[in-house]
C-alpha cells in the first residue's frame, strides 16, 4: 500500500511539472513584415513630371551642346521621364545620347528610391512611437498594480486594506 502510494504521489508531481513546464515557455512570435503593396508603391513614387521636353532635348542636341550642358540643364528644371527601354532606342535614334538617356533613367530610379525610404522611415518612426507608449502604459500599470494609491485610491473605506487614516495623505506606502 506504502509503495503505491509513494508511486501516485511520483506520478502526480511529474505530472504537474510537465504541465508548468509546458505552459511557461511560449512559442516565439513570427516576425511581422509590413509590406508595401504595388498600388501604395505607385501613390508613393510621385508621377514623373518633365518642363524641359525631350524634344527641347533633341534641338538642344542637334546645336551641338555637350552631354554635360544638357544634363545641367534637366537638373535645373527638375524634370523627370519614364522611359520605357523602347522610347529610350526611339530617343536614341532621334538623337539624345545615351550618357543623358542613363542620366534621365538613374534620376527616376533615384526619385523611386527616395520616396520609398521617406515611406519606410516614417512607418519605422510610427513604430517606434508606439513602442514608447506600449512601454510607458505598461510602466504605469506596473505602478498601479503595486501602488493601491496611486491614482487616489479605494477612499476612506471599501478599499481592501479598510479603513485608510488621514495621515496616509492618499500617497500609498512607498512614500510612508
Request: net charge positive.
Amino acid at each position: 500500500m506504502m509503495k503505491r502510494v509513494n508511486l501516485l504521489l511520483i506520478l502526480g508531481v511529474a505530472l504537474v511539472i510537465s504541465s508548468l513546464g509546458g505552459c511557461a515557455t511560449q512559442p516565439p512570435q513570427p516576425v511581422q513584415i509590413d509590406r508595401i503593396s504595388p498600388e501604395q508603391l505607385a501613390a508613393l513614387v510621385p508621377p514623373a513630371q518633365s518642363t524641359l521636353s525631350l524634344q527641347e532635348i533633341v534641338s538642344m542636341r542637334k546645336q551641338g551642346k555637350p552631354d554635360s550642358e544638357i544634363i545641367e540643364a534637366i537638373k535645373q528644371s527638375q524634370s523627370r521621364y519614364a522611359l520605357s527601354a523602347s522610347e529610350v532606342l526611339e530617343w536614341h535614334q532621334k538623337g539624345i545620347s545615351k550618357g543623358v538617356l542613363d542620366y534621365m533613367q538613374q534620376a527616376n530610379a533615384l526619385a523611386t528610391q527616395n520616396a520609398i525610404a521617406d515611406e519606410i522611415n516614417k512607418r519605422e518612426k510610427a513604430r517606434a512611437e508606439a513602442e514608447v507608449k506600449l512601454k510607458r502604459e505598461r510602466d504605469m500599470a506596473r505602478l498601479r498594480s503595486m501602488d493601491p494609491w496611486f491614482y487616489g485610491g479605494p477612499g476612506f473605506y471599501g478599499g481592501p486594506w479598510g479603513y485608510r487614516p488621514y495621515w496616509g495623505g492618499g500617497m500609498g506606502w512607498r512614500y510612508w
